[in-house]
């Protein structure tokens, strides 16, 4: 059973915004990071953006810089990312992802908690 769910997805145009959203589900993830991470068929997830467990640090893979926003609100256990400026190679499932240590991490394989995604879809 999945411990995080995400909401939001949905088929928009180019230049377009959505917000995801990631909730917590049967228990709370409140002192881990969080990620976002998004997979196109017969490709690896690639890590979008994270941010800790505090609300405080924050990093976004560098296609997304400046078009795609992280954000927490520690008191509702929810984490967004707000995505503007949809292009069509945003185009993928989101997912999602827990971190322990709680410092935010780049690579997938730190994450033990999945979602199980929602898909965005960006038309030309």
């Known amino acids: 059973q999945a411990q995080l769910v995400e909401s939001g997805g949905g088929l928009v145009q180019t230049g377009d915004s959505l917000m995801l959203s990631c909730a917590d589900s049967?228990?709370?993830?409140?002192?881990?990071?969080r990620g976002w991470f998004r997979q196109t068929p017969g490709k690896e997830p690639e890590f979008v953006a994270y941010i800790d467990w505090r609300g405080r640090s924050k990093r976004y893979e560098d296609s997304v810089k400046g078009r795609f926003f992280i954000s927490r609100d520690l008191a509702k256990n929810l984490v967004s990312l707000q995505m503007t400026s949809l292009k069509p190679e945003d185009t993928a499932t989101y997912y999602c992802?827990?971190?322990?240590?709680?410092?935010?991490?780049?690579?997938?394989?730190?994450?033990?908690?999945w979602g199980q995604g929602t898909q965005v879809t960006v038309s030309p």
């Open positions: 992802a827990a971190e322990s240590s709680g410092l935010g991490s780049t690579h997938r394989q730190d994450y033990a908690h």
């Open positions: 049967g228990r709370t993830f409140s002192d881990y990071s």
